[in-house]
């Protein structure tokens, strides 16, 4: 059968892609090429996709998140202008916080970091035996747009170091 043609399995295109690779290529391109558009172009994607589907709807990258609000309670600092209420919003940054910008430019970092500044010590967790002081903190409100209830205290290292990891959210105590 010199010469002959040999026809491609079932499951590969003649050009020796498989069917599935294909199919798998196309969907991406077509779900790229949307996004791209901005759903400019969604009737022709719709059209080339290979099974009619059009693309599901994402919420636009442009959107504003929802605006930062903390309330943040603060005593026995031993800063007396460190204690009391302040209100704290950002995005932009404002309200009675005394040092608004560079606590919402604290909170953009923590957000980076893929951490809950937020959490609790987790129990059982071993911490240094020292007393930083007995400042209290208490911030409510939403962040990230999540719900925040959290305590502070300065009761043990692991408490220390939570309080000094929100800083300037949190005054700077002294012990």
Not at 66 to 89: F, K, M, P, S
Not at 139 to 154: E, K, L, M
């Amino acid at each position: 059968m010199a010469g002959a043609h040999r026809r491609a399995p079932w499951n590969r295109l003649p050009s020796g892609v498989p069917v599935s690779r294909r199919f798998s290529l196309t969907a991406t391109a077509v779900f790229a090429a949307s996004l791209v558009a901005g759903g400019a172009f969604a009737p022709a994607a719709v059209a080339a996709s290979p099974l009619g589907l059009a693309p599901l709807p994402l919420p636009s990258l442009l959107q504003e998140r929802e605006q930062d609000q903390l309330t943040v309670t603060v005593v026995d600092t031993n800063i007396t202008r460190a204690d009391g209420t302040y209100e704290l919003r950002c995005g932009p940054a404002g309200g009675s916080h005394p040092e608004s910008a560079s606590a919402c430019a604290r909170l953009d970092e923590l957000a980076g970091e893929s951490k809950d500044p937020f959490a609790p010590v987790p129990k059982g967790q071993m911490c240094t035996m020292q007393m930083g002081g007995p400042a209290t903190a208490r911030v409510t409100g939403t962040w990230q747009g999540r719900s925040i209830d959290a305590t502070f205290s300065r009761k043990n290292g692991c408490e220390i170091s939570r309080w000094q990891n929100l800083v300037p959210v949190l005054p700077a105590a002294r012990g």
